[in-house]
């Protein structure tokens, strides 16, 4: 079933899998701010009952990244060129970036688990896409790279903090201050692929990966994504006290005494 199919995005949904594709390979699904706000929609019409969200792009590149037709002159027709965004107050500045977040918070949502599968290149905003994800599955081919800096901008599309927590600051910095490439050898060896797969594979074992995780009650895995997302913030002892209180609830709702 196809719930959306606009701007280069396509939402389908298979029972409690939904799928978003990134469907421009012909520019490499080069990103833009139609795309950012198709991708957040799908996002708001994702079924509450979907339990895997796994997101692809189209071609030989998950997502080459930012269109460069942002940074001419002209911009993208009806939007406002970054270069007129530049000349405006900080506060509209600011809040148009922050639109252009949603289009990478929804997937961290504790109701679902995201997977990304990423074939080819995944630059600069593709590579931000694919950290806005739980799961990398990669296919032997990828690369990574944060471009930003070496354009004089900062990665801002949600992509560093996930990158420190599953890399490290130093690492991080050095990726991100370089701007090179990170093959998919390395981004499993460092933590940034979960598993990387030849080319032919990818689809395969995405799928494997989201049955597997489909076969696990859906409560409890809620419950632990939860607990593992703020463990970060969390002392070990808040910690202790946040794996109490979830047992308890998963306790009593095993028992038939959930609220």
């Known amino acids: ?30 990103q833009s701010p139609a795309m950012w706000r198709a991708l957040a929609e799908a996002g708001s019409l994702v079924p509450g009952d979907v339990r895997i969200v796994v997101l692809r792009g189209e071609g030989k590149s998950f997502s080459a990244g930012l269109d460069r037709q942002a940074f001419t002159p002209e911009g993208f027709d009806g939007e406002p060129s970054f270069l007129d965004m530049a000349r405006g107050p900080d506060s509209e500045l600011d809040a148009t970036i922050a639109e252009y977040q949603e289009a990478f918070t929804w997937w961290r949502r504790n109701d679902v688990v995201s997977i990304a599968a990423v074939q080819g290149h995944a630059i600069g905003a593709g590579f931000q896409l694919a950290l806005a994800c739980d799961l990398r599955v990669c296919a032997d081919d990828a690369q990574f790279a944060m471009r930003e800096t070496s354009l004089g901008l900062v990665p801002d599309l949600t992509g560093t903090h996930p990158l420190v927590a599953l890399v490290g600051y130093a690492r991080a910095l050095e990726i991100c201050a370089t701007g090179r490439f990170v093959h998919a050898d390395e ?64 306790l009593r709702d095993l028992a038939g005494l959930g609220e």
């Open 1 to 30: 079933m196809t719930l959306l199919d606009k701007d280069g995005v396509r939402l389908t949904v298979d029972d409690v899998i939904a799928t978003v594709t990134l469907a421009g390979p012909a520019k490499r699904n080069a």
């Open 187 to 250: 981004a499993e060896r460092i933590g940034l692929a979960n598993l990387v797969v030849p080319a032919a594979d990818l689809d395969g074992a995405v799928a494997d990966l989201a049955g597997a995780l489909v076969a696990a009650p859906r409560d409890a895995v809620i419950e632990t994504k939860a607990l593992l997302r703020g463990a970060a913030s969390r002392t070990y002892e808040e910690q202790r006290a946040a794996e109490r209180a979830a047992q308890a609830r998963r």
